[in-house]
């Protein structure tokens, strides 16, 4: 198999070879691009909190009204709200 795609590239005029190691070298940045992406996801740290969400905080309706959130869990959210009708 290798040595019938290296027989097929040098079969293949000056023109076509140079369109080929451009469309190789374009895969080749693309690919470490996305690469560089993923290693970036894959390391980054799941532990890390981003301020106060909804997943990661429980509110209380006492607490709600003043603006502070209390509580903070892992997973399991509870979102406690009141709200004044006029």
Do not use: H
């Not at 996305?34 to 509110?59: F, H, R």
Request: net charge positive; glycine share 8%.
């Amino acid at each position: 198999m290798r040595g019938e795609i290296i027989n097929e590239y040098q079969r293949l005029n000056s023109e076509d070879q140079r369109a080929f190691r451009r469309w190789l070298w374009a895969n080749a940045v693309v690919g470490a691009i996305l690469l560089t992406g993923l290693i970036a996801l894959a390391s980054k740290n799941p532990d890390a909190e981003s301020g106060a969400t909804a997943q990661n905080a429980t509110v209380s309706g006492a607490t709600a009204q003043n603006g502070t959130v209390s509580g903070a869990t892992a997973q399991n959210a509870t979102v406690r709200t009141q709200v004044k009708l006029p």
